[in-house]
């Protein structure tokens, strides 16, 4: 089979040692002040989901785009250039939605081939994501976890953050039963030996 | 470069001539071909598992730093399990989401282009039958077309992520839990 072709999908790198997830990192920390020990873990944990939810939505709109690149690429296309096709189909697309302008020569490639499928940019976009609604929803759903991660973590960091007031709390209160305790045994022995 | 529908097929073929893992050696690595990620079956406490407090050095300082705040002991070792167990989730999410490679791709083709494939592999002393050979033929045309739908690939590492889900959901209520301070 005649297949030679390497499709420029992203690359398979560990978001955590990317240069920009690091700096994400930094810069939520930097807005804690910069803890340490375990809250700055917890921190780190925060920040990590926060991380997610903008890598999520990114390509949650990267997603939407590649089913209209798909969408508009012909049935009759395949091997090498249909994948070619439809990876400058998904810059096009992905650069004309964001506001930028195409060149005249990537205007007139999108246009004849929208064109071609019956579709202007609005009704395609809607096509595609009628056709992704299974997968948003999944994609949305993980976006929701990771906002119920953040609550949870935020919980814990204000657990472990007050827990030394909430000690000095309980100190208290537990000296007060004491001395409560103390002035009923008291007041016990006094009104034994008045009797 | 993906790989061929010949390849694809040889490999599986060459696969079933396979005796398995003969030596000790060999069979506790195959024990574990199945394990995904670990995060359902090992347990997170750091006394139990060494090596893990070797990746993550710095968690035997945060008990210490826990004590000191006020928490008992016990209670402290819980938080440095939920901790450990919900970093181990957010390192086991960063692997996980990633893009398949070209390599495990089959090519973009026709379904008569799979049946003439399939043809050319046939041995002329085969005994499968038409349908047989259109089953496989449908499971191969099926493969070729999920490899070959871009947006589709871009979904499969969301569909990573949410299998991870429900350990995600495990270890961070467990970590809001465990680090209530009881008194």
Not at chain 1, 134 to 151: A, G, S, T, Y
Request: charged share 30%.
């Amino acid at each position: 089979m005649a297949d030679h072709k390497e499709i420029k999908l992203p690359q398979s790198v560990s978001y955590s040692n990317l240069p920009e997830y690091k700096d994400h990192v930094d810069q939520i920390l930097n807005s804690y002040d910069s803890p340490e020990g375990v809250l700055g873990e917890l921190v780190r944990q925060m920040a990590d989901a926060m991380w997610w939810v903008k890598t999520y939505q990114k390509d949650k709109d990267h997603l939407i785009v590649m089913k209209m690149a798909m969408l508009i690429k012909s049935r009759s296309d395949l091997g090498m250039d249909a994948e070619e096709k439809a990876l400058r189909f998904f810059d096009c697309l992905l650069n004309a939605w964001s506001g930028q302008e195409l060149d005249s020569e990537d205007q007139a490639f999108l246009d004849d081939a929208m064109r071609s499928k019956g579709h202007n940019m609005a009704s395609l976009r809607a096509d595609a994501v009628r056709r992704s609604v299974k997968e948003l929803e999944v994609i949305d759903r993980l976006i929701e976890r990771q906002f119920k991660n953040m609550r949870l973590l935020m919980q814990s960091y204000e657990s472990v953050r007050f827990a030394p007031q909430l000690l000095k709390k309980m100190d208290l209160e537990i000296r007060q039963l004491e001395q409560g305790i103390e002035k009923t045994i008291e007041d016990q022995r006094r009104e034994v030996s008045r009797q | 470069m993906k790989i061929s529908v010949e390849k694809l097929v040889a490999n599986r073929a060459n696969a079933q001539k396979s005796y398995g893992p003969q030596t000790r050696a060999g069979k506790l690595r195959s024990s574990k071909n199945a394990l995904k990620h670990g995060l359902g079956a090992r347990s997170s406490n750091p006394s139990q598992n060494p090596p893990l407090l070797k990746h993550f050095p710095e968690l035997e300082s945060y008990q210490q730093e826990l004590t000191a705040l006020g928490y008992s002991d016990a209670q402290s070792q819980e938080i440095i399990e939920a901790l450990l167990t919900a970093r181990q989730v957010a390192e086991v999410k960063h692997s996980a989401y990633k893009d398949r490679l070209n390599e495990d791709r089959l090519g973009d083709m026709t379904p008569e282009a799979v049946i003439s494939f399939v043809r050319e592999m046939e041995d002329p002393l085969s005994t499968v039958t038409p349908m047989e050979r259109t089953k496989v033929v449908a499971l191969l045309f099926k493969q070729v077309q999920k490899d070959n739908d871009l947006s589709g690939l871009l979904f499969e590492k969301f569909e990573a992520h949410r299998k991870l889900m429900r350990y995600e959901q495990r270890a961070f209520n467990q970590l809001r839990k465990r680090s209530l301070f009881k008194k």
